[in-house]
């Protein structure tokens, strides 16, 4: 949303709500000029409060925005050098769980050929009987 825009709109409502006020109430003419110049100075002041506002948020999204494009390049670097440092620290780790996978693996087979031999051993009895 662009501030120009909303800043005239807004402007735009308060001067015709003011006018709407201003002409709808039972007043005298001193009564209407005093009460004229005192919202036009209300008025003022918070059309000078709302352009202070204004300019502090373009100014604190300018800060964000520039802390934000010096800190991003630092973070990413820290986290490139984290991930860096995490896979040489579990690469010792990851290789000797791949040989202990492989040992299991091997250990698995040899027990199955027991299996098989021993059943192999035991049907050949009872097929001579």
């Known amino acids: 949303m ?11 409502g308060i001067v015709g709500g003011t006018i709407a006020v ?15 110049v005192t919202n036009a100075d209300c008025t003022k002041d918070k ?9 502090n948020v373009k100014q ?3 800060m964000l925005t520039n802390e934000a494009k010096n800190n991003i390049p630092q973070i990413i670097n820290e986290l490139k050098q984290s991930i860096t440092t995490f896979s040489q ?24 050929k027991n299996i098989a031999q ?12």
């Open 118 to 129: 021993f059943t192999d051993k035991k049907k050949k009895p009872q097929e001579i009987e």
């Open 22 to 36: 201003l002409f709808s109430t039972p007043q005298s003419g001193r009564q209407f000029r005093a009460t004229l």
């Open 47 to 55: 059309l000078h409060d709302i352009k202070l506002q204004a300019s």
């Open 60 to 62: 604190s999204v300018n």
């Open 89 to 112: 620290e579990i690469e010792p780790s990851k290789n000797n769980l791949q040989q202990e996978i492989e040992s299991l693996q091997n250990s698995i087979s040899e027990i199955e």
């Open 2 to 12: 662009k501030a120009k825009p909303f800043l005239i709109g807004l402007t735009t």
